[in-house]
């Protein structure tokens, strides 16, 4: 258990799902901008307390495995819409984070993540 | 000042963990009497206008896990820890209640209590409001916080204004007369100044990760510093103030058990985002109106709303709320607050690091949460909101009372965010042992020169913000502790 708490960055686990939420969720973001999101999302998992890190990773290694597959992510989609404890913050927690540093970092973002010009 | 680098061996007569509003209070009134006094702080100091109030960067530099810790439940209940010189008083709210006295009076009669009087504490209350410099704002309020006010007196709910601890001054109020402007009087500019002048030593970066305990005494400590090297602390007494959910941990890594971190209360939370016709968001403060007409059962008030926490608040039923986004200018966040009958756990696990933290709602808790998101609604309608975007998933838009009704049929605790920002009662104080971790004035029972002497020790959640009563508390304990002989004992 150990392995899983501190020493394997959250990126590589993480990153690929965070990604294709946000693409999913926000699709015209534009891609270097979602890059940072994620790569925002997977340092603040790598910050997350011990135990909370552990179920986070545990599910991250699930999803990851369900996205090597096709039509994995359409699995992963219906999967944490289920009423299953923890499956269901998976995702929530991901997208709490990115939506946050997306918002904050760019605050004229539109619902899809388009950019539009600052008005006075 | 004497702040100083955290080395491998340091001592002291008195070892304070932790450096917020209970460990700086206590610091300064050990000093002052003369101890040789060591503060210890596992995180920086960060100075006030370094950071942008409740952003991602001040979450980062000053809360613990960048903000992002969970109480695990269903629903779990995300919470925060300050985790900075001066603790939760660099980011919380700056809102001041003093105790309740019937609260204390109870307090003192369900855990026995001695020598706790009311009148005392609020005595002692008195001298921390002139410290701080508690008052209400001396120039207009913001538009998030009359917003409260306007619906509540539509309603002829009671309200009004919550003094801070802050410092206004004149030249920012006469160009902008907000409460934005105020100068927060945390731990970092009042109690921890104070007790570095009179002596105390404070080492950042420096966690303690046990105490070295044989037959109920401590002699000395086992720390990590900030590069990762481990280092020793020796002392006479300690006084374990790392808040709620650090300091049972700590005690039970440290092999202290009895009734240590199994009573733990919060002030459970759910939100809604208010939009209206005319720009109000205000991101770097948060309303200084609550309305009290349901208290102590159900509070309701104003959260920080930059952009991104409105995003969060929208983040529930995203794929129908997504659009008022790009309208986040017109838009408030803001809470409903129960006094919870559930009650949590703080467990340390053998090798992680962090504590395993669980909270329970009660069914009473989950209808007193559904019920204040209805009232608090209603109370939006009343202020003139066009849209209210309640913080569940299945939620609907609330435009008018018809869908109040709606909106409280599909709400669930289970699925809403809920959050708390007050947490407490993982040490009780009291003389009996069966429930309470440590005696009348924060000596950890079966211990003899371990205390505890921060929101821990407060026997239930107190329906308001918490950092009166603590202060009040640690005040009165250290204090005793002095009278008591303390460190020639």
Redesign the interface.
């Known amino acids: 258990?150990?392995w899983l708490?501190r020493p394997v960055p959250a990126l590589p686990i993480i990153g690929s799902f965070a990604d294709r939420l946000l693409l999913a969720?926000l699709p015209d973001l534009p891609p270097s901008d979602r890059r940072l999101a994620v790569d925002?999302v997977a340092?603040?998992v790598d910050?997350?307390?011990?135990?909370?890190r552990f179920g986070v990773m545990v599910l991250g290694f699930v999803f990851r495995g369900l996205l090597a597959v096709p039509g994995g992510f359409g699995v992963a989609k219906v999967l944490v819409k289920l009423p299953l404890?923890?499956v269901a913050?998976y995702p929530?927690?991901i997208?709490?984070?990115a939506?946050?540093?997306?918002?904050?970092?760019w605050?004229?973002?539109?619902?899809t993540g388009a950019k539009?010009a600052a008005t006075a | 000042m004497s702040m100083q680098r955290a080395t491998a061996t340091m001592d002291a007569d008195v070892l304070i963990v932790g450096t917020g509003a209970g460990g700086a209070t206590t610091a300064a009134i050990l000093a002052e009497a003369g101890l040789d006094v060591l503060l210890v702080e596992e995180g920086d100091w960060v100075e006030q206008g370094a950071v942008v109030p409740f952003s991602l960067d001040q979450m980062d530099r000053q809360y613990r896990s960048g903000g992002v810790t969970v109480a695990l439940g269903m629903p779990s209940i995300a919470y925060t820890e300050g985790c900075c010189a001066g603790g939760g008083t660099e980011v919380n709210s700056g809102l001041y209640w003093r105790p309740p006295g019937e609260l204390l009076a109870r307090w003192r009669e369900q855990f026995d209590i001695s020598d706790f009087d009311p009148d005392d504490l609020l005595a002692i209350a008195d001298e921390v409001e002139a410290d701080i410099s508690v008052s209400t704002v001396p120039g207009g309020h913001t538009s998030p916080s009359e917003v409260l006010r306007r619906g509540a007196d539509a309603l002829g709910w009671r309200n009004g204004e919550i003094p801070r601890w802050m410092k206004y001054p004149p030249s920012k109020l006469a160009s902008e007369p907000r409460s934005a402007v105020g100068e927060r009087q945390s731990m970092t500019r009042t109690y921890l100044p104070r007790a570095m002048k009179a002596g105390a030593r404070l080492a950042l970066r420096c966690r303690v990760d046990r105490l070295v305990t044989n037959a109920g005494s401590a002699r000395s400590a086992v720390t990590t510093l900030g590069d990762g090297s481990r280092g020793e602390i020796t002392f006479r007494d300690v006084f374990v103030c790392g808040g709620a959910i650090q300091s049972p941990a700590l005690l039970q890594r440290s092999g202290i058990r009895g009734h240590i971190g199994r009573t733990l209360a919060v002030h459970p939370t759910v939100k809604l985002a208010a939009r209206f016709a005319d720009a109000l968001n205000v991101p770097d403060d948060v309303p200084v109106h609550q309305v009290k007409e349901f208290a102590p059962h159900l509070s309701f008030g104003g959260s920080a709303s930059n952009p991104g926490l409105v995003a969060l608040a929208l983040l529930d039923q995203w794929a129908t709320f997504k659009h008022a986004i790009t309208q986040w200018r017109n838009i408030s966040v803001y809470y409903a607050a129960i006094t919870s009958e559930g009650r949590g756990r703080v467990r340390s696990l053998p090798g992680l690091k962090d504590p395993l933290v669980t909270y329970g709602l009660t069914h009473r808790d989950r209808e007193l949460l559904r019920s204040g998101l209805g009232r608090l609604a209603l109370l939006m309608l009343e202020a003139g909101a066009t849209d209210v975007y309640p913080s569940f998933k299945g939620a609907p838009v609330v435009r008018n009372r018809r869908d109040l009704a709606t909106m409280q049929g599909a709400f669930t605790a289970a699925r809403a965010s809920v959050m708390t920002v007050h947490l407490c009662s993982t040490v009780p104080m009291g003389e009996i042992e069966g429930k309470c971790g440590a005696d009348s004035f924060g000596r950890v029972h079966g211990c003899r020169n371990i205390y505890v002497n921060d929101a821990s020790l407060l026997p239930t959640a107190p329906g308001v913000n918490p950092q009166a009563s603590v202060m009040a508390v640690a005040i009165r304990n250290a204090r005793r502790f002095l009278d008591a002989g303390g460190c020639r004992g």
């Open positions: 258990m150990q708490m969720d925002f340092h603040r910050n997350l307390p011990s135990f909370t404890p923890l913050e929530r927690l997208r709490s984070l939506f946050a540093y997306v918002w904050e970092t605050p004229n973002t539109t619902a539009v």
